[in-house]
């Protein structure tokens, strides 16, 4: 790692298992999906709101109209801050609750939501990508995967970058941004083949259309240039549970990293999130909800 890097814990909050950050309005939402709860985190001041959900929360996304667009235990679901109120959406899996669940997910350039769900029991193929566009029409996108997880898209959205976890690949779909159509899937990298720990989870891309990848299991965030599937970097992390990043700061030069609890191995600062600085790399603009 350059020693022009710096990796530094930001806030208090120690979550369980931290997931899904997204920068919206000069702050971090994310997730604690074990402790079930929503967070608004200031990096300037290590300031923190904290909403509980009362279920486990994959993945949350700001909603152009206000509040927020989330999805868990219950489904797809609106949530206003302001009263905790929350409305069901869609709820595609029901009938295999609780051993599946939403997982990752995140809103495409037009402001649809994309989210995937994961089999909690590990049973192969039982979970699926879906999205929810404007007009709250649910469709099913892939089909037959165990984990969902990180996805985002090229900067001219003619792209959709998206990992299956357990596969230990990212993949690579033709992107329609009109419609939302995805077609021709490539693997853009394999990470067993490539001799990484861990496996993919949670990803963001940059201005330059690099891929930061986190690496659970792998105390790792990867960086991937997705034309030729080269490594361009690694950075090393004091936890082993790597979950997810974001860039933010007031030029999206910031690295966000959420990070979970291993089940077994004491780690100091895990569950905690980290930023980390001096990357040179400048991210992309989150989308909200259009709908």
């Known amino acids: 790692m350059s020693e022009s890097i710096s990796i530094t814990p930001v806030g208090s909050r120690i979550s369980k298992w931290g997931e899904g950050p997204i920068f919206w309005n000069d702050h971090l939402l994310y997730v604690d999906i074990e402790g079930h709860a929503l967070i608004r985190l200031d990096p300037e001041t290590g300031g923190e709101e904290v909403w509980e959900m009362g279920e486990r ?156 990848v986190a690496m659970c299991h792998g105390g790792a965030v990867l960086c991937i240039n997705p034309s030729n599937g080269s490594l361009l970097q690694k950075i090393d992390f004091p936890c082993v549970e790597t979950t997810s990043c974001a860039f933010g700061g007031d030029k999206l030069e910031r690295l966000f990293v959420t990070t979970g609890i291993h089940k077994s191995i004491e780690e100091e600062n895990a569950g905690s999130v980290f930023v980390v600085d001096g990357l040179g790399a400048v991210g992309t603009k989150a989308f909200s909800f259009a709908g």
């Open 57 to 212: 929360i994959g993945t949350v996304v700001p909603r152009q109209s206000g509040g927020f667009i989330c999805a868990g235990d219950s489904g797809i679901y609106s949530f206003d801050p302001n009263t905790g109120a929350k409305k069901n959406l869609a709820d595609p899996e029901a009938d295999k609750c609780p051993d599946n669940r939403f997982n990752d997910g995140k809103c495409d350039p037009m402001g649809r939501f994309w989210a995937g769900t994961i089999s909690t029991v590990k049973k192969t193929g039982e979970a699926n990508l879906y999205m929810l566009d404007i007009h709250r029409n649910l469709s099913l996108k892939v089909n037959g995967v165990t984990n969902s997880n990180g996805i985002c898209w090229s900067k001219k959205a003619d792209k959709m970058y998206y990992i299956d976890t357990p596969t230990k690949e990212i993949w690579c779909y033709s992107f329609e941004n009109e419609s939302g159509a995805i077609a021709d899937k490539q693997v853009v990298i394999n990470s067993e083949e490539l001799g990484l720990e861990g496996s993919p989870d949670g990803m963001t891309i940059d201005a330059s259309g690099m891929l930061w």
